[in-house]
Nanobody, 123 residues
Framework: QVQLVESGGGYVQAGGSLRLSCAAS????????MGWFRHAPGKEREFVAA????????YSEDSVKGRFTISRDNAKNTVYLQMNSLKPEDTAIYYC????????????????WGQGTQVTVSS
């Protein structure tokens, strides 16, 4: 079956960096656009960033532009989220997702989801 497994979360002080990874299996990775979403307590699930099948196009939410970068390595079936200049407001569970069509911010477009990885940013 299709599996998406996130890793790389943890605790970091404000201003620090983390790199999240999402390893995919059970699907032809290069046939899927990939996205990152996050969910913090008391808030709705929020789009973070997305990337097209071959990485030619990327999109990100305004609050993370200039700080977060999404990338992918199709040879490794892995998508990454490099997070720099982290803020306490970035604290959330981060999820990766796979979409057989185009990348986008609407979670309804995505076909598969990982279980998430916790990111906690302290002040």
């Amino acid at each position: 079956q299709v599996q998406l497994v996130e890793s790389g979360g943890g605790y970091v002080q404000a201003g620090g960096s983390l790199r999240l990874s999402c390893a995919a299996s059970g699907l032809t990775f290069s046939s899927y656009a990939m996205g990152w979403f996050r969910h913090a307590p008391g808030k709705e699930r929020e789009f973070v960033a997305a990337i097209s099948r071959w990485g030619s196009s990327t999109y990100s939410e305004d609050s993370v532009k200039g700080r977060f970068t999404i990338s992918r390595d199709n040879a490794k079936n892995t998508v990454y989220l490099q997070m720099n200049s982290l803020k306490p407001e970035d604290t959330a569970i981060y999820y990766c997702a796979a979409d057989r069509m185009l990348p986008g911010a609407n979670p309804s477009l995505y076909d598969y989801w990982g279980q998430g990885t916790q990111v906690t940013v302290s002040s």
